[in-house]
């Protein structure tokens, strides 16, 4: 079994390096591939999987992971989907319950709601920040923090005196992510994800 990532920047990519083996195991081969930003990712992709069609082996997956930013969720779902579709593949959404080779998600709003939505895994990283985020209601869902997620993990962060010069997205991508645990994710996004790419490995 071989999953093949297509992410749309470095964060993504290290914070997945991190995850995928405390989700599926450490037995499951994977790549990830990260493009320079969303929309590079989007013109790329309908190529990128034509290619793939050419040669994907019955074992691999595709798994394109993606910020809803401000877009419409069900709208880039659509979009997704169906770049798939015109390439040849089946996705897990079309699959219905069968084989499939695709697996489209989506993080709301941003990655960085996947970090809030795991308070010990962030305060392991980062000791100084503010205890109890899941008793607050601003944090309560972190799917549903208004303002851009990624400013918010910012200034949460520069509140305990990290990252005066601006958040190092990467550095805080990797650090966190090296302690999270996916089960105790409060992130409904982030337990989709979970949840597809454990069936995707089955």
């Not at 877009?71 to 997704?80: A, F, M, N, S």
Request: aromatic residues 8%; negative net charge.
């Amino acid at each position: 079994m071989h999953i093949e990532f297509l992410v749309e920047e470095q964060s993504a990519e290290a914070a997945l390096e991190n995850l995928v083996p405390t989700i599926v195991g450490s037995e499951i081969d994977f790549n990830i591939r990260s493009f320079q930003g969303k929309p590079d990712l989007l013109a790329k992709l309908p190529e990128r999987l034509r290619g793939y069609r050419q040669w994907l082996p019955e074992d691999w997956r595709i798994v394109v992971l993606l910020d809803v930013d401000n877009e419409d969720c069900r709208v880039l779902k659509e979009k997704l989907e169906k770049m798939a579709f015109d390439a040849g593949l089946t996705t897990k959404t079309a699959a219905g319950g069968a084989r499939f080779q695709v697996l489209n998600r989506i993080a709301i709003e941003e990655l960085e709601a996947w970090f809030i939505g795991d308070e010990e895994a962030l305060r392991a990283a980062y000791p100084r920040v503010e205890k109890n985020l899941a008793q607050k209601e601003k944090y309560r869902d972190p799917d549903a923090i208004a303002g851009g997620t990624w400013e918010t993990l910012e200034r949460l962060l520069q509140k305990g005196g990290y990252f005066r010069g601006g958040l190092g997205k990467v550095t805080a991508a990797r650090e966190i992510s090296q302690h999270m645990v996916p089960e105790r994710n409060r992130s409904r996004s982030f337990q989709i994800f979970r949840d597809g790419l454990l069936v995707a490995v089955r």
